[in-house]
């Protein structure tokens, strides 16, 4: 019979890295599975990005996480993922994506990868969810000019802009493009920005939206993508608007 871990950890997130801390403490054998890199989501997140949480929030493992501001960088936040491997050393493989995943008559899972086969006595499935994109299922999806992830506003400089959505992620889009040189439009399906939206983002994007240099088109939805333009539908019907870039 192969080699039986305790515990075997699909995915080295920050809940994965701390499954495995919490596993290292208990004594009990473990593996993260990683398929990218080290905390891989939170690496392509944008490359300026402040996260919304405190770094006292996001700290795992008993360790302080040291941050310049009261919410922590990308960058800090990389750094101290880094540190905490190295800390409790953890087993971690990264660049090994699964694949599959069974239990076999005897309880004992076996986990499939790229590039070979673990068995475990339990498994914890820590894969978020960034890699899921919901899609607007719409003709022109497809095209190059659509991103449903955002790095870095700098491509957009001096485009036209449509950001579909109006959360956290979609307002601080359309500001960091706008303030960078884009001319952003914002389609939102509902009749105002997401109650969600944090406290120190909404009076800055409602405000742009206010003075007219953000355009948002609320109770919208996006009915096709062009090469050249996106057709949108809203309360007073379809409306065609140019526009180069689209990030939904
Ligand atoms: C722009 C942005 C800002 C955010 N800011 C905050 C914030 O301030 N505070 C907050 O709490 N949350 C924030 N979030 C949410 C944040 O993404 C999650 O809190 C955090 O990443 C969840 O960690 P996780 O380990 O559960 O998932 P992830 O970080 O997504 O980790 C899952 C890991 O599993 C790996 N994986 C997936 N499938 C496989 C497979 N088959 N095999 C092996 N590995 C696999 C992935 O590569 C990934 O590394 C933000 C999200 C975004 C997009």
Request: glycine share 8%; hydrophobic share 40%.
């Amino acid at each position: 019979m192969q080699n039986i871990v305790d515990l075997i950890i699909i995915g080295g997130g920050p809940t994965g890295i701390n499954c495995g801390i919490a596993a290292s403490e208990a004594g009990l054998s473990h593996l993260i599975l990683e398929k990218g890199v080290l905390v891989n989501s939170l690496y392509n997140f944008p490359v300026n990005m402040t996260f919304f949480s405190t770094s006292k929030l996001l700290e795992i493992g008993n360790t302080p996480f040291i941050s310049h501001g009261d919410k922590p960088t990308r960058r800090e936040a990389l750094e101290y993922y880094r540190r905490l491997i190295e800390k409790y050393k953890l087993n971690l493989h990264l660049f090994e994506e699964v694949l599959s995943m069974q239990q076999n008559a005897d309880q004992v899972y076996h986990i499939h990868t790229n590039k070979g086969d673990y068995y475990a006595h339990s498994v914890v499935v820590a894969i978020g969810f960034y890699d899921t994109p919901r899609l607007l299922n719409v003709p022109g999806e497809d095209l190059p000019k659509v991103k449903h992830y955002f790095d870095d506003p700098h491509p957009y400089v001096g485009q036209k802009v449509l950001v579909i959505g109006a959360r956290n992620s979609a307002c601080d889009v359309a500001l960091e493009t706008y303030y960078k040189g884009a001319q952003v439009t914002m389609a939102v399906r509902g009749e105002a920005l997401h109650d969600k939206v944090k406290y120190w983002i909404l009076p800055n994007i409602e405000n742009r939206i206010k003075d007219g240099s953000i355009k948002a088109y609320f109770n919208t939805h996006v009915l096709e993508i062009r090469p050249r333009e996106v057709v949108l539908e809203g309360p007073n019907g379809v409306l065609p608007s140019k526009m180069t870039s689209c990030w939904p």
